[in-house]
C-alpha cells in the first residue's frame, strides 16, 4: 500500500470513527441545535416549503444507487475493458451504502416526529452522499475534467437532500451530519483498498 493510499484510508478511519462517535452521543438525547431546528421547523411538512421539500426528497431518494448501479452495469457491458472498473465501483457504492441499512438498528434513535424506522444516519442522505461519491470516482477515472464539475453537483445535492428531510421533520440535523461522516469515511477506506484511490493523474481504465 502506497503512503497516499494509506493518507486516504487514515482519513477515512477517522471520519468513521467521528460517524460512530456521534451517533452514540445524540442516540437517547437530541443536542441543543438538532431541538431548536426541529421546534423551528414544526408542521412546516404540511405548508408550501414542506410540500416542495416532499417533491424533491422523491427525486434524492434511495433510488439513486440503484440508477447509478444500473448505469456500471449499462458500462461495463458497452466497453469491456472497463467492467473491472465498474465492479469496484459497485462494490463501493454498495458498501456506502450499507452504513444505514446497518447504522439505524445499531443506534436504535427516535425521529423528530413519529415516522417509520429508526433515524441514524438518514438513508435517505446517505444515499444521495453514496451515488455523488462514487459518481465523483468515476469521473477521476474516465473524465478527469468532470471531476470539479461532479463534485459540485455531489455536495449540492446532498445539502439539498439533506435539507428536504429536516424540513419535513423526518430527520435531526446530526443523522444528516452522521450520514455524510459515515458515506465518506466507508467509501475512502474502500475505494483505497479496492485500488481507486488515488486516482492516476489524467485518469485511465482499469483493464478488464
Known sequence: ??????????????????????G????????????????????EDSRPLGRVAGVLTYVLSPVLPYLLGVALIAVALRWRERTKLCLRLGVVLVVCRL?????KPLFDRQRPRVYPETSYPSGHV???????FVAVLLCAWLA????????????????????????????WV????????????????????????????GGRNLAG
Open 126 to 132: 446517505v444515499s444521495v452522499a453514496s451515488t455523488g
Open 24 to 43: 452514540v452521543l445524540v442516540a437517547r438525547q437530541p443536542p441543543a441545535l438538532d431541538a431548536a431546528v426541529a421546534n423551528s421547523l414544526r408542521g
Open 99 to 103: 452504513t444505514s441499512v446497518l447504522g
Open 174 to 201: 446530526t443523522d444528516t451530519v452522521g450520514a455524510v461522516l459515515a458515506v465518506l469515511g466507508v467509501g475512502l477506506v474502500t475505494a483505497a483498498a479496492a485500488g481507486l484511490l488515488p486516482a492516476p493523474p
Open 144 to 171: 478527469p475534467r468532470l471531476v470539479r464539475w461532479a463534485v459540485g453537483v455531489a455536495v449540492a445535492a446532498t445539502v439539498l437532500g439533506a435539507a428536504c428531510r429536516i424540513v419535513l421533520g423526518v430527520h
Open 1 to 22: 500500500m502506497t503512503v497516499p493510499r494509506v493518507r486516504w484510508v487514515v482519513s477515512g478511519l477517522v471520519l468513521f470513527a467521528a460517524f460512530l462517535v456521534l
